[in-house]
């Protein structure tokens, strides 16, 4: 039986899924597994130092970034907060540029030691990739994750990178919420699956 359009939109998220690449900040590749390790001990570093996880994003990747602040903190009990309030992107937007809405959030509320979660589709924000400049110059770990050209500049701004190789909105958006979500998990409750509360749902 020839496969429907939705069968076939799960079997590309599933190609691309195991197509996710992992970089350190000098472009060497490393494993996913690796790269995901370094951000969640990043995470329980910041918190147990008295610092934090911040998570960035425009439009689609906002959301992300508010839904994995919510997580870190409420699941992981870990100090968490995303950099989208309306008043404060409006306020800066508007004074500043666009340009500047999260750079300069981090400029006045980052320190030293902090984790920076860095989330764009296209990899090719200028306020994205201005606040990644800002957070390493305080001192800031860097996580980022991107995905459409390979050739993004974000995939090789952080310490860590991760990168969906796709130029669909979809496919990328919902690999990085999954990719943040198994950090997450991997972190609270070890590295089995069956160690994910599978059996509650018995």
Known sequence: MK????ERYFDTLR??????????????????????????????????????????????SATIASH??????KNGKLRALAFNDAAFLTCL??????????SKQIEMHATSGDLLVAISSSGRSPNILKA??????????????????????????????????????????????????AVLDISMYGDTPESFGTSELA
């Open 93 to 102: 937007g508007n004074d500043l540029g666009y340009e500047n809405v999260f």
């Open 15 to 60: 190609s691309i899924s195991s197509s996710i690449e992992s970089s350190d900040e000098n472009g060497t590749p490393l494993s996913l597994g690796d790269a995901a390790e370094w951000i969640g001990q990043q995470a329980l570093r910041a918190q147990d130092g008295g610092n934090r996880t911040i998570f960035i994003g425009n439009g689609g």
């Open 3 to 6: 496969k429907n359009v939705f």
């Open 132 to 181: 990644v400049a800002t957070a390493k110059e305080i001192g800031c770990k860097v996580a980022t994750l991107s995905g459409f050209g390979a050739d993004n500049p974000l995939r090789r701004s952080g310490d860590i990178n991760l990168y969906v190789p796709s130029d669909k909105y979809g496919y990328v958006e919902l690999l990085h919420s999954v990719l943040l979500h």
């Open 68 to 73: 994995m602040a919510v997580d870190f903190s």
